[in-house]
């Protein structure tokens, strides 16, 4: 007869504090981030051949990129359910912002740094995200809230994916070069990450909210994180340029995309709170277990 054991319990589980393959990739991408803005706020020209509000934008990033990795750092140190999606969300803007900077700017120095940006930020979110037990979390206490956010969330999705396209469909049938372009007429970036990758998530997190998954929750405040950051350092870019008596146009879509950062900020807290139930076992430690696990 084969004698049975009970399973070790993960450090997770244990209270023992974040795993080390949840801790170093934040701290890796913290000091990426320090060592990539250092050299775009302190080099003598970091950002060439684009506009000087795109300079002026670009700096505001690596300002909004430091704070970012205070906060990747202090949430290296907690090992609680809500901190590892506030860092999952986190991990999203990192990828996304610095993928733009791999092909929407001219090589720097620093682009070594940007791809290991890129790299470890986007896998640790993948690997954050197929470790959630989707069992384990909890469903909201309102129904209105998870309809609301998710019919947020395609909306959200829905109209950027035709601001986009308004753009990019009358050059398909024959009319002028979409603006702006990337370097050497290459793809506008956001382009394809928005259409490609960002903008079918956000839609698929809500189409999951809207049929009451228990895992669209956590999902939901990943996505949150990441476009409060993302448009928070849209705006501080806006903002520093307008002090700086750089050239700053602002487009019709400026009003509303403050009233989308502030709806997600109210949703987040929201979402926050109800994410407080979840214990540590709403993380698997491993994907792929061994034997012994």
């Not at 990739?25 to 913290?30: E, G, H, L």
């Not at 940007?114 to 384990?136: E, F, M, S």
């Not at 870019?237 to 989308?260: H, I, K, N, Q």
Request: charged share 15%; net charge positive; proline share 7%.
């Amino acid at each position: 007869m084969t004698a049975v054991t009970a399973p070790r319990p993960s450090r997770i589980a244990s209270g023992a504090g974040p795993l080390r393959r949840d801790r170093w990739p934040a701290r890796v991408v913290a000091l990426g981030l320090v060592v990539a803005s250092s050299y775009g706020l302190l080099a003598s020209d970091p950002y060439r051949g684009v506009t000087d509000a795109t300079v002026v934008a670009a700096k505001a990033q690596d300002v909004c990129s430091l704070v970012v990795a205070v906060g990747l750092v202090l949430l290296s140190t907690r090992a609680s359910a809500r901190a590892h999606l506030v860092r999952l969300g986190l991990f999203g803007y990192v990828a996304y912002s610095y993928a733009i900077f791999i092909w929407g700017v001219a090589m720097n120095r620093a682009f070594l740094v940007y791809v290991v940006l890129v790299a470890v930020a986007g896998a640790a979110l993948l690997d954050g995200l197929v470790r959630l037990v989707p069992d384990a979390w909890p469903r909201a206490s309102s129904r209105r809230l998870e309809r609301g956010t998710g019919w947020f969330l395609i909306v959200v999705a829905l109209l950027f994916a035709a601001l986009w396209l308004s753009v990019l469909l009358p050059f398909a049938f024959g009319g002028p070069h979409p603006v702006p372009e990337g370097p050497g007429g290459a793809p506008y970036p956001v382009f394809v990450l928005d259409l490609g990758v960002a903008l079918p998530c956000v839609a698929a997190v809500g189409l999951l909210l809207r049929s009451g998954r228990r895992i669209a929750g956590p999902l939901a405040v990943v996505v949150l994180v990441k476009i409060i950051t993302l448009f928070s350092v849209l705006w501080v870019g806006v903002v520093a340029g307008l002090l700086g008596d750089s050239d700053v146009t602002l487009g019709p879509d400026a009003g509303p995309s403050l009233v989308m950062v502030a709806v997600c900020c109210w949703l987040l807290v929201r979402w926050l709170r109800e994410m407080a139930a979840a214990g540590p076992d709403a993380m698997r430690p491993t994907f792929w277990p061994t034997e012994r696990d």
